[in-house]
């Protein structure tokens, strides 16, 4: 039995503290946020699983009327403060709503989801609507449309701000109003073709219930973005943006090296930190270095119930992986960028923290700043670039020199490589290859190798150039096409052949044998290379004697983005015909 139990996929504060899951301090939030910040509206944006949600929990409990929370906050860093919990611990009226499951693929959808999530906040506080002689006709009758799920999108766009109005008018105190995830309907909007008119609502619910709003006393967001250009903040007085740029609060969201080598300690897995630091660590928010906490309390899990078990991308399996899916497809040209990245270099990008879903896709800068806001890149440690210091709030926040952008860690890595092969081999499967396949059969070695050659440049290389990179990217090249089968490293003759094509409709039958060089040089000389071990490993014997296949051998070399090829034929003695090929136009071909 593990000696501590992780809370995955735990968001609830009370039930974590309640029954003993495993919880690292994050309390030191709610001092710097009453007492250090003051700021009447406060956005806190970071990637996600990160402990956004989790931290909203704690918030609420830390604050509800409702409830009595000492025995929650006990042994906990924000309990040593007796005056910040005499003056705030359970003395408001608090709100919590989360918009983290409005995951839809339409606006029909989503707009019913985000009914349903404010009916259910409705229900929490029905108290309100009973019995109560103040109310009026006109707020009865909207209290009740959305209570019974029964509103329509003006609704929606005062709900937020009647039930502050409510509750304080039933307390008599001002409100904490937290919202959760709030800028996830806008993302899955602009990722499925409704941005406009989710958008629409969303900022008219929550510019009325945060513009001037006279019941509220504090009100907290989380989301992954700042949502700039939407105006949603207009116009809104002391509002507080933190951003992984900034170092106040840089603590408060993912574990420091501090919190992982004190949660190792306690699992007795110290042994595993260096697993631990390559595959999750990495992130840097303001002047920290940080872990994902999921990656890292689902990998804990898993050792303490298989100790061998070997780390994976669980970050990733939690949501779809669009931001890197845009970029490739824009009309940016981010290949040498992307391979940089994924040979364990940076690129230097400027960032713009304040970025419009719906714009993503219209600057580059946009693109990375994406990239960066939401986790998949981080900056090196200590080269955090320093703001503009602007009055004016276009130019608030923004950098003039470039963010030294980098992978995270292996995970990150892995995750794009994996996009990168997936949205490759949809491309090529997409494509017309009439053209390639015509050389392939006919043996036309200069037009394979130019073929070859511009499917090369129109990709992004993520094993720095190696035979195992080359193996799966003809394996690629050559598959999903009817009549035709793709074979790689099987076993033919007397070793194992690098690829066999097969044309099944056609009785043809093709052998590569793959080479790199470091030097376009020596291609001529490793073609022969690689066609002399077809000939002294048979590999073509078995293909044409045994299975009845008109054979033909290439030899391909590999130089980066260029590919040389040599060819031999064999007659149905197995007696090699034609000469070695020459050195024609940068391209290795059959000399007739």
């Given amino acids: 039995m593990p000696k501590y139990f992780m809370p995955v996929g735990n968001t609830d504060f009370r039930e974590i503290r309640e029954t003993g899951l495993y919880?690292?301090?994050?309390?030191?939030?709610?001092?710097?946020?009453?007492?250090?910040?003051?700021?009447?509206?406060?956005?806190?944006?970071?990637?996600?699983?990160?402990?956004?949600?989790?931290?909203?929990?704690?918030?609420?409990?830390?604050?509800?009327?409702?409830?009595?929370?000492?025995?929650?906050?006990?042994?906990?860093?924000?309990?040593?403060?007796?005056?910040?919990?005499?003056?705030?611990?359970?003395?408001?009226?608090?709100?919590?709503?989360?918009?983290?499951?409005?995951?839809?693929?339409?606006?029909?959808?989503?707009?019913?989801?985000?009914?349903?999530?404010?009916?259910?906040?409705?229900?929490?506080?029905?108290?309100?609507?009973?019995?109560?002689?103040?109310?009026?006709?006109?707020?009865?009758?909207?209290?009740?449309?959305?209570?019974?799920?029964?509103?329509?999108?003006?609704?929606?766009?005062?709900?937020?701000?009647?039930?502050?109005?409510?509750?304080?008018?039933?307390y008599g105190k001002h409100i904490i109003l937290l919202i959760d995830e709030y800028d996830v309907p806008m993302a899955k909007g602009d990722a499925n073709g409704y941005y406009r008119e989710i958008t629409d609502i969303m900022r008219s619910m929550y510019g009325k219930s945060l513009k001037d709003n006279p019941y509220i006393k504090i009100a907290v967001l989380t989301g992954c973005l700042r949502i700039a250009e939407e105006s949603i903040f207009t116009g809104l007085n002391n509002l507080s943006v933190k951003t992984i740029t900034d170092t106040d609060y840089d603590e408060?969201?993912?574990?420091?090296?501090?919190?992982?080598?004190?949660?190792?300690?306690?699992?007795?897995?110290?042994?595993?930190?260096?697993?631990?630091?390559?595959?999750?660590?990495?992130?840097?928010?303001?002047?920290?270095?940080?872990?994902?906490?999921?990656?890292?309390?689902?990998?804990?899990?898993?050792?303490?119930?298989?100790?061998?078990a070997l780390p994976i991308n669980y970050w990733a399996n939690t949501s779809g992986n669009d931001a890197i899916k845009r970029f490739l497809e824009s009309r940016f040209d981010v290949s040498a960028d992307f391979e940089k990245l994924l040979g364990g270099g940076f690129v230097e990008k400027i960032i713009n923290p304040d970025i419009t879903y719906g714009d993503l896709t219209k600057d580059e800068t946009n693109l990375w700043s994406v990239l960066y806001m939401t986790g998949y890149l981080t900056i090196l440690p200590g080269s955090l670039p320093k703001s503009k210091s602007c009055e004016n709030d276009d130019m608030r926040g923004k950098f003039d020199v470039p963010f030294k952008l980098k992978f995270p860690n292996m995970e990150i890595k892995r995750l794009?490589?994996?996009?990168?092969?997936?949205?490759?081999?949809?491309?090529?499967?997409?494509?017309?290859?009439?053209?390639?396949?015509?050389?392939?059969?006919?043996?036309?070695?200069?037009?394979?190798?130019?073929?070859?050659?511009?499917?090369?440049r129109?990709?992004?290389?993520?094993?720095?150039?190696?035979?195992?990179?080359?193996?799966?990217?003809?394996?690629?090249?050559?598959?999903?096409?009817?009549?035709?089968?793709?074979?790689?490293?099987?076993?033919?003759?007397?070793?194992?052949?690098?690829?066999?094509?097969?044309?099944?409709?056609?009785?043809?039958?093709?052998?590569?044998?793959?080479?790199i060089t470091d030097s376009p040089a020596k291609a001529a000389a490793k073609c022969d290379e690689a066609l002399r071990q077809i000939e002294d490993k048979g590999y073509?014997?078995?293909?044409?004697?045994?299975?009845?296949?008109?054979?033909?051998?290439?030899?391909?070399?590999?130089?980066?983005?260029?590919?040389?090829?040599?060819?031999?034929?064999?007659?149905?003695n197995q007696t090699c015909k034609g000469s070695l090929g020459i050195l024609r136009d940068g391209f290795l071909g059959m000399k007739e």
């Fill in 23 to 170: 919880y690292i301090d994050k309390t030191m939030l709610i001092d710097q946020l009453v007492n250090q910040s003051r700021a009447k509206v406060t956005l806190f944006t970071r990637p996600r699983r990160f402990g956004k949600s989790l931290n909203m929990s704690m918030l609420q409990h830390f604050f509800d009327i409702r409830e009595d929370s000492k025995a929650l906050f006990e042994g906990l860093q924000v309990f040593e403060n007796k005056t910040l919990c005499t003056e705030w611990m359970n003395q408001y009226p608090t709100i919590l709503v989360s918009f983290k499951d409005v995951e839809s693929n339409s606006f029909e959808s989503a707009f019913k989801r985000i009914r349903t999530e404010i009916s259910k906040l409705y229900e929490r506080y029905d108290y309100l609507y009973k019995n109560n002689s103040k109310l009026s006709e006109l707020q009865k009758k909207l209290f009740e449309k959305i209570l019974m799920r029964e509103s329509d999108e003006e609704d929606l766009k005062e709900s937020l701000v009647l039930l502050t109005q409510l509750m304080y008018e039933y």
């Fill in 252 to 308: 408060c969201f993912g574990f420091t090296n501090e919190e992982m080598n004190k949660l190792l300690a306690d699992t007795e897995l110290l042994h595993k930190h260096t697993v631990f630091k390559e595959w999750y660590d990495g992130y840097v928010f303001g002047d920290k270095e940080v872990y994902c906490p999921w990656d890292v309390l689902n990998y804990v899990d898993a050792l303490q119930k298989e100790p061998d």
């Fill in 416 to 456: 794009f490589e994996k996009t990168i092969a997936v949205w490759f081999k949809e491309r090529i499967l997409a494509d017309d290859r009439t053209e390639l396949f015509a050389a392939l059969w006919s043996g036309d070695a200069v037009q394979l190798a130019n073929i070859i050659s511009r499917y090369l």
């Fill in 458 to 515: 129109s990709t992004i290389s993520y094993h720095d150039y190696s035979e195992q990179f080359y193996h799966a990217f003809l394996t690629g090249l050559f598959s999903g096409v009817g009549n035709v089968s793709v074979r790689s490293n099987r076993e033919v003759g007397e070793g194992r052949a690098d690829v066999i094509v097969k044309n099944e409709y056609t009785n043809q039958a093709v052998v590569i044998e793959l080479k």
């Fill in 540 to 572: 073509a014997v078995p293909l044409s004697e045994d299975e009845g296949y008109d054979v033909t051998v290439y030899g391909a070399v590999f130089y980066k983005k260029r590919c040389f090829i040599k060819k031999r034929e064999f007659d149905e």
